[in-house]
């Protein structure tokens, strides 16, 4: 709820009173997504909201001090890495990330894996997964140089405090739900993509790749996510 605090619509608007109706907000179930509308302009649509949407992303003081991050050892260059997701079809298998994280270790870049309680440790990488409630994540990103991330919540966060990103996309659209001021890695095409995670298939999203080693994200290498995560810090020399 703290990241709500303050929000505009909800001290405009307040808490909903007994007998209110739910609003259904399943955007992926509307046409308009396959045509590749935004989900907030489709959640507009499905809430009855007037005129063009503003797409905003609210966080209240989301730059208090936080002792935590002067716990970190921070080195000349630091990455934040974020690989896990609610969705395992969303994930880059590990091995891939312990040998990005070594290439970059081999660069003198220290790597900090964030993600929540129970993600797996990435080899070579300084963990605080499961320390942190995610309103702190904001400090965090603007102290590193960039975000190596999936399609998760520090997708957005890196784009809400304008950290540079390299984004990695399997099942889902970077033109969707993607920034254009970050870079995007896609996987390969998948020979089934209606049997993904689509409309109407929700029950996909918390079950594994069926295609094992054929896992459309995992043709994506360390080593052109290392080629493109330096390029991302050499802008900053």
Not at 31 to 44: D, H, T, V
Not at 123 to 137: D, E, F, H, M, N
Not at 216 to 222: G, I, K, M, Q, R
Request: charged share 25%; proline share 10%.
């Amino acid at each position: 709820m703290s990241l709500l605090e303050g929000h505009p619509a909800v001290v405009g608007t307040g808490f909903p009173r007994p007998g209110e109706p739910i609003l259904r907000v399943d955007y992926w179930s509307e046409p308009e997504y396959r045509e590749g509308w935004r989900p907030m302009r489709i959640l507009a649509k499905l809430l009855g909201a007037p005129g063009p949407v503003e797409e905003r992303f609210f966080v209240a003081d989301d730059d208090a001090p936080d002792p935590l991050v002067d716990r970190v050892p921070w080195g000349k260059k630091n990455v934040v890495i974020a690989p896990g997701s609610a969705s395992p079809r969303k994930e880059w298998a590990f091995p891939r990330w312990e040998e990005l994280t070594a290439r970059l270790r081999d660069r003198g870049v220290f790597a900090l894996q964030m993600g929540g309680r129970g993600t797996r440790h990435v080899r070579g990488a300084y963990s605080i997964c499961g320390l942190t409630q995610p309103k702190q994540v904001f400090n965090f990103l603007r102290r590193a140089d960039a975000v190596v991330t999936v399609d998760n919540f520090f997708a957005h966060a890196a784009h809400h405090v304008e950290k540079p990103a390299v984004a990695l996309w399997g099942p889902t659209d970077p033109a969707t739900y993607g920034y254009p001021e970050q870079v995007h890695l896609a996987g390969s095409a998948c020979d089934k993509p209606d049997g993904c995670i689509a409309p109407g298939k929700g029950d996909n999203y918390t079950k594994p790749c069926p295609l094992a080693d054929g896992h459309c994200l995992d043709a994506v290498s360390p080593e052109l996510v290392a080629g493109a995560l330096e390029k991302v810090l050499d802008c900053g020399d």
